[in-house]
């Protein structure tokens, strides 16, 4: 069993910053690599950034220069700093990992369950 736990979603103005957070907890051996995505409602839900277990980053087009995604590994915790939000940034964002359970033959990805970032005009 392997849980994501998101936290730090919110409703902030445009041009604000918001820092998500999400922790992995359960029979984990390792993780590999971690991500962002969002949905808008009715919109397909799109990856905003990935991490590897090295910290090698890469990003939505609209995101570069404005997120970061960072990790802490022995926390087993990714987070993703969002500054110059703009209302087009709102959606449920959702924390996704690529985890070895320790006694598992294979990788397998998980969800967290969401959180919603609301930026207003």
């Known amino acids: 069993q392997v849980q994501l736990v998101e936290s730090g979603g919110g409703l902030v103005q445009a041009g604000g910053s918001l820092r998500l957070s999400c922790v992995a907890s359960g029979s984990i051996f390792s993780i590999n690599d971690m991500r962002w995505y969002r949905q808008a409602p009715g919109k397909q839900r799109e990856l905003v950034a990935s991490?590897?277990?090295?910290?090698?980053?890469n990003y939505l087009d609209s995101a570069k220069g404005r997120f970061t995604i960072s990790r802490d590994n022995a926390k087993k915790e990714v987070y993703l700093q969002m500054n110059s939000l703009k209302p087009e940034d709102t959606a449920v964002y959702y924390c996704?990992?690529?985890?070895?359970?320790?006694?598992?033959?294979?990788?397998?990805?998980?969800w967290g369950q969401g959180t919603q970032v609301t930026v207003s005009s």
């Open positions: 991490s590897t277990r090295g910290g090698s980053a």
């Open positions: 996704n990992a690529d985890v070895l359970g320790f006694l598992t033959s294979r990788l397998r990805t998980y």
